[in-house]
């Protein structure tokens, strides 16, 4: 298949808002590929390439001036053995290596095809084309039932495998495909709530109420003396962390699927910066930071799999089997003692709690209702330093803002400036992206390939998680799931908050 038809799905799926008009076009596209352009194709569509990172990021596909194709050419296993070639390119030479891939891919690519390669290898496809989109659309192409592919891919954790199975085998293979321990599976995801007494209240009956870490979710899969380890995208990061594979291999149990955080401690029982337990996802040293894990979930125990008994169920073998490591909760009805709870789990320097129905089953890879996180929202007014072009449906519109932090004292840059924070589209209505469309031309400075640079004076208001330690911006801090709440025509950019304030947030 030409890369071509997958941009132009794209490009339809982007431009509806209808979810069975996505669906449509999504299958329409699917039912065109052979068996070995399947898993391809959906990592395409879900800006997840198969082969993971490639170490191209922004500063590289920006840099790139080449002449586009006029015709489309590029099939999609032309650009997936590109994607190749990338992801083994490592060593000395390794950035010309890259540049000379990416320039050769970029000269054979129309410009739209290579806009849609730009963004699928930043991960920023933005067309709405959420997974549980893309598993209907697959169920619709192949004409397999939807509960059987969405469970499928849940327990495979493997969503181009499944498409290619429903795509091109039978529907007993499809159906026979179930949890696996040594194999990851997709987590189950949780809904908002805006207080723990919210939720207990949104649950109508008795929940557990447990911390919240600001951590890393681990899933653990554990066959005798074979243990393995698994980040929240199912990547296998087992070598990285031999203190968690030695305590599992100390519960009294020989087969067991875990679910749970980690995060590293200080020295004096507290919980360390989210960025010190995110460094050891990506390096193998040990030496300084030591990772714990609380477990607040059991799917899978010596032969008996629980994802369908009940939470209260699952809390009961989890308890006789990682007491130890289980995560501090309680079980309860009563909003004043959830409240209560959630204030302790604050004080002790965590993000806050997760309230869960104690009669829910475990909905893989679902963001249901039945789990509710519950954390303080954290508001700041920034400056507008930058604005990105959007694509898709935000093609020819203003979208990405770059956020500045202001500087009075000149720690970062000159005196009164503005120190770059984060970028965020998140947020953003239909009418602030018309707004931003006509407003920030108006005070534009400059403009580069993918960016508008405006003058440091448009305020917004700015909700967060956190920060975390940043080496990419000059300030050293980053914003964490950035949003916008609102433009601030009330302020100038003298009160927009400072980088100390945000700095301040950083914990050790």
Do not use: C
């Not at 005798?224 to 100390?250: F, Q």
């Not at 369908?308 to 289980?326: H, I, K």
């Amino acid at each position: 298949m030409l890369l071509t038809e997958v941009v132009v799905a794209t490009e339809a799926v982007a431009a509806t808002s209808s979810r069975l008009a996505k669906i449509a076009a999504l299958a329409d596209v699917l039912r065109g590929l052979a068996a070995d352009e399947v898993a391809p194709a959906i990592g395409f569509l879900t800006a997840s390439p198969r082969q993971g990172r490639l170490g191209v990021g922004w500063r590289s596909l920006s840099a790139l001036e080449t002449p586009h194709a006029v015709e489309p050419s590029l099939t999609v296993l032309d650009v997936d053995a590109a994607l190749d070639r990338l992801a083994v390119t490592d060593g000395p030479g390794s950035v010309a290596a890259r540049r000379t891939e990416l320039t050769a891919l970029s000269e054979r690519a129309t410009a739209a095809e290579w806009d849609f390669i730009a963004r699928v290898t930043l991960g920023e496809l933005r067309t709405g084309a959420l997974e549980g989109v893309l598993l209907d659309a697959v169920a619709k192409a192949s004409g397999k039932d939807a509960a059987a592919v969405r469970r499928a891919a849940m327990l495979s954790g493997d969503l181009g495998a499944t498409a290619e199975l429903a795509l091109t085998g039978s529907a007993e293979e499809l159906e026979a495909v179930g949890l696996q321990v040594g194999r990851p599976v997709m987590p189950m995801l949780a809904s908002t709530a805006g207080s723990a007494g919210e939720a207990i209240g949104a649950l109508g009956g008795a929940a557990s109420v447990e911390y919240k870490l600001d951590g890393a979710r681990i899933q653990v899969h554990r066959d005798g003396d074979d243990v393995r380890v698994y980040t929240r995208s199912l990547a296998d990061i087992t070598h990285r962390v031999p203190e968690i594979v030695d305590a599992v291999r100390e519960l009294p149990a020989e087969r067991m699927i875990l679910d749970g955080e980690t995060l590293s401690l200080d020295e004096d029982g507290g919980p360390r910066p989210f960025q010190d337990t995110m460094a050891r996802f990506g390096s193998e040293s040990s030496a300084a930071v030591v990772l714990r894990p609380w477990f607040f979930d059991i799917l899978h125990v010596d032969g008996r799999d629980l994802l369908d008994e009940p939470l209260a169920t699952r809390l009961d073998v989890l308890e006789r089997v990682a007491g130890p490591s289980r995560m501090p909760g309680i079980v309860t009805d009563d909003p004043a003692r959830a409240e209560e709870f959630s204030r302790e789990a604050l004080a002790a320097g965590h993000e806050g709690v997760m309230v869960k129905g104690i009669d829910s089953a475990y909905a893989a890879g679902r963001r249901g209702k039945s789990w509710l996180k519950v954390k303080p929202v954290l508001t700041f007014d920034l400056v507008v330093l930058a604005v990105e072009w959007g694509s898709g449906r935000r093609t020819g519109q203003l979208s990405n803002l770059h956020l500045g932090a202001r500087d009075p004292e000149g720690a970062y840059g000159e005196p009164g400036g503005f120190v770059m924070v984060g970028k965020t589209f998140k947020g953003l209505t239909d009418a602030l992206l018309r707004w931003q469309t006509e407003h920030f031309p108006t005070i534009e400075t400059h403009r580069s390939a993918y960016a508008v640079h405006v003058r440091p004076e448009t305020v917004v208001e700015i909700a967060i998680d956190g920060v975390q330690r940043s080496t990419r911006y000059p300030g050293g801090v980053a914003l964490r799931f950035a949003r916008v709440k609102g433009y601030r025509p009330d302020k100038g950019p003298g009160e927009a908050d400072t980088i100390a304030s945000l700095r301040a947030l950083l914990r050790g």
